[in-house]
């Protein structure tokens, strides 16, 4: 046997004399690749060509990610380099999966152009033409071994049996005894013959024969036990002899049984090709593929894909001329109850290679496609299916999630015939196609994520013919849930409704700000989804958003995948949860200052935080009592905060003097925030200092001034030196002087050292 990859660069000669001139080679340079993948008999060196897909050589650019290409052509019985590690077996193993798949791929595409022509056939009895091939003759003896254990269990049973077991009165009438003390004595006795003595040739031969390949072919066989083996130099005599058939045609009139019969085609079979040959009468055969990626592609099609007789032929033969890969509908990430279709690419690369810019281009425009099919459909209303499919929101205009991925076959060296169904999402790669930033829900807005999947699982689940529809959902739900997470992982989700009772009324009014940003699920009462992305870039542009439609929008936390309709029993506003940001004297915040998971995490629960915050003066007290409001810094100042769940849930301020800490009041706070600009305060008589124009402000509502013990009694001085030294150490930097701090209402009445 030998063993070479596809596309690995080659000297020239260690090809030519092994391939011989029948298979086109890419020449350069007095070096040489192999641009098939397949199996090939060549019948001027006697032996099998295997030539393995180009993924099983790895980034190091070697073979399984052990062997130099170049070292391990050559695997016959007194010189295999892979016997060393037990490798033999398993590249065998590998080589035969391969062949089966490409015999899969011919008889699924009969009118391919892109291998050999060979063909492939049942078992025949002798003299009917187109016999299998001799790595196909191999694989239906071992499948009949396989198969046929009881026959040989039984046969083995049989023969013992008989020999132990005594014919008592064919003994008596046959046998001469021998007479000693008035009593006879038999030397010799006849035995019951239950067991036929050309069964037991026949099984031998077969057994003789398996274990002559195993050593030639390196294929493991489980042989039944108790059978004298002929030498592997003696199958071998047989089949250069041709005294294999000639022994075979002997024996044929004594089997009757289908079994047996089946066993002296198959055998007949096997030393016929054998001896043809070893003659030099056999022709070349060879199964080869010049462009491996298309059966690739049918694997996975195979795999993943709906059944494209169920599907309209636009979806994946596009009006303009682009072919899709793989396209079948699973629920929407949105709409349980609606459908969506899912797009998919297979790659056939190497392990070294990545995405292309082009294929990363047309996987895009496959969606936007697709999207416009559908579209076309919805408002034409010609088809029956329209319904279960769901690609736009007529009330928000907003449009569903298309997800989009690409998929490849990735082999696990440290075990390469590992067979396992493993689905790995590519947390490097992450594409985005937008016409509009912070808009989920708009048409242009497309994302593509990347899977590596093991190559021989997609393999061994092709040849097996596996249509299992549970393995399909499986995998199909893989993709699905990991969507959700991606999506989840970029954007913040709410669920909106109306608080005057008209969703369509409050949309229409808020609709400019909205647009591409919400999405009305098809189930759902008066209710509809804000997406918002979480990039701190926007934080500001989210914070303003939803301070501007909160007097028309009752706001609900939501995870992606649960049920909108559910949501309104919880508690209103409950925003998730992001790290805490404080600015120090410096005025950029950075990742650095994010607080660190050794210390006191402001983010743990959703509960009520108290707001520590400073008035400067007597004109700021009496900006704050006068418009009952309270304003923290937003943006990169000093000073200022990020929103959190922290900032979010404050419903106390403890509001104490900036030159004299201990002097402090606690008031009572809406649940009602806004983000206000410098005009909207200035509107309202605070001082702007020039070179704040463009500032921020998050603003509290004050409800009531309530006694300085309803927080329990405790040291406020004590309480701000404690935080501010863990703010300190968590962010590397010195907090602003009067900065606000959050500290949650449970961990006060913690701290007894706090405590007066």
């Excluded at 959700?484 to 913040?492: K, V």
């Amino acid at each position: 046997m030998k063993l070479y990859f596809e596309e690995y660069s080659y000297p020239l000669n260690l090809l030519q004399e092994n391939i011989g001139n029948e298979v086109n080679l890419s020449q350069k340079n007095g070096t040489a690749k192999i641009p098939y993948v397949g199996y090939y008999y060549n019948a001027q060196i006697n032996d099998m060509v295997f030539i393995l897909p180009k993924v099983f050589i790895s980034e190091n650019n070697l073979a399984f990610d052990r062997y130099r290409p170049e070292e391990i052509i050559d695997l016959s019985p007194e010189n295999n380099p892979l016997k060393k590690n037990s490798d033999d077996e398993v590249v065998f193993e590998l080589s035969v999966w391969l062949y089966q798949a490409i015999s899969h791929f011919c008889e699924r595409r009969q009118n391919t152009t892109i291998t050999s022509d060979v063909q492939l056939q049942n078992i025949r009895p002798t003299g009917e033409k187109n016999a299998k091939t001799i790595i196909e003759i191999v694989l239906a003896m071992r499948d009949f071994n396989k198969n046929h254990r009881n026959l040989f269990t039984y046969i083995s049973l049989v023969k013992s049996s008989g020999n132990n077991k005594i014919h008592w009165t064919k003994t008596i009438s046959k046998v001469q005894p021998v007479l000693q003390d008035g009593k006879p004595y038999y030397m010799n006795f006849r035995n019951k013959n239950k067991v036929i003595n050309f069964d037991e040739k026949l099984i031998t031969l077969f057994y003789s024969a398996l274990n002559y390949i195993s050593l030639s072919y390196h294929f493991k066989f489980s042989l039944a036990p108790g059978y004298t083996l002929l030498k592997p130099a003696k199958i071998k005599s047989m089949i250069e002899s041709g005294k294999g058939t000639r022994y075979l045609k002997k024996i044929r009139r004594n089997y009757f049984s289908d079994e047996l019969v089946a066993l002296w085609n198959l055998l007949y079979i096997f030393f016929e090709k054998s001896e043809m040959v070893a003659s030099g009468k056999s022709y070349q055969e060879r199964l080869l593929v010049s462009n491996f990626n298309i059966v690739f592609e049918d694997m996975i099609d195979q795999l993943i894909s709906d059944d494209r007789k169920e599907l309209p032929r636009e979806l994946y033969e596009q009006q303009d001329g682009k072919m899709v890969d793989h396209i079948y509908k699973d629920k929407s990430l949105i709409d349980d109850n609606k459908d969506i279709y899912f797009i998919g690419d297979s790659k056939y690369y190497k392990e070294t290679s990545v995405y292309g810019e082009n294929s990363i281009y047309k996987q895009f425009t496959y969606a936007k496609n697709v999207i416009q099919y559908n579209i076309n459909v919805f408002n034409n209303q010609d088809n029956t299916d329209v319904n279960n499919f769901r690609y736009r929101d007529s009330l928000t205009e907003g449009y569903n999630i298309t997800p989009n991925f690409f998929i490849r076959g990735k082999i696990d060296f440290k075990n390469p015939n590992n067979c396992s169904g493993e689905l790995i999402k590519d947390n490097v790669f992450e594409r985005h196609n937008e016409h509009f930033f912070n808009r989920l829900f708009d048409r242009d807005t497309l994302f593509l994520q990347s899977y590596d999947i093991n190559f021989m699982y997609v393999v061994t689940s092709y040849v097996k013919n596996s249509n299992d529809i549970g393995v399909k959902k499986r995998i199909q739900a893989i993709f699905r849930n990991d969507f959700m997470s991606f999506i989840e992982g970029r954007f913040e989700f709410s669920v909106l409704d109306a608080k005057n009772g008209d969703l369509k009324d409050a949309v229409d009014k808020n609709f400019r700000k909205l647009n591409g940003k919400i999405y009305k699920p098809s189930d759902t009462e008066e209710l509809i989804i804000l997406a918002l992305d979480k990039d701190k870039k926007y934080q500001f542009e989210n914070l303003k958003l939803l301070s501007e439609i909160e007097n028309d929008f009752n706001i609900y936390d939501y995870s992606l995948g649960s049920n909108p309709n559910d949501i309104k029993t919880q508690s209103s506003y409950q925003i998730l949860d992001a790290p805490i940001y404080i600015a120090a004297e410096s005025d950029e915040v950075s990742d650095k200052h994010k607080i660190s998971g050794n210390v006191k995490n402001y983010k743990q629960h959703k509960q009520v935080s108290v707001l520590f915050g400073i008035y400067k003066d007597e004109e700021h007290l009496d900006w704050i009592n006068t418009n009952r409001k309270y304003n923290v810094r937003l943006g990169e100042r000093a000073g200022a905060v990020k929103r959190t769940s922290q900032v979010t849930s404050a419903e106390w301020l403890v509001l104490y003097e900036f030159q004299n800490e201990t002097n402090y009041k606690v008031y009572k706070l809406s649940n009602v925030h806004h983000i206000w600009d410098a005009i909207k305060m200035q509107e309202t008589g605070y001082n702007i200092k020039n070179g704040g124009e463009n500032n921020k402000y998050y603003i509290y509502n004050l409800l009531d001034e309530v006694s300085e013990d309803v927080l329990g009694e405790f040291d406020i001085k004590s309480i701000l030196e404690h935080e501010r030294k863990e703010i300190n150490s968590a962010t590397n930097q010195s907090l602003a002087k009067g900065a606000p701090i959050y500290i949650y209402e449970s961990d006060l009445k913690m701290w007894d050292f706090l405590k007066k």
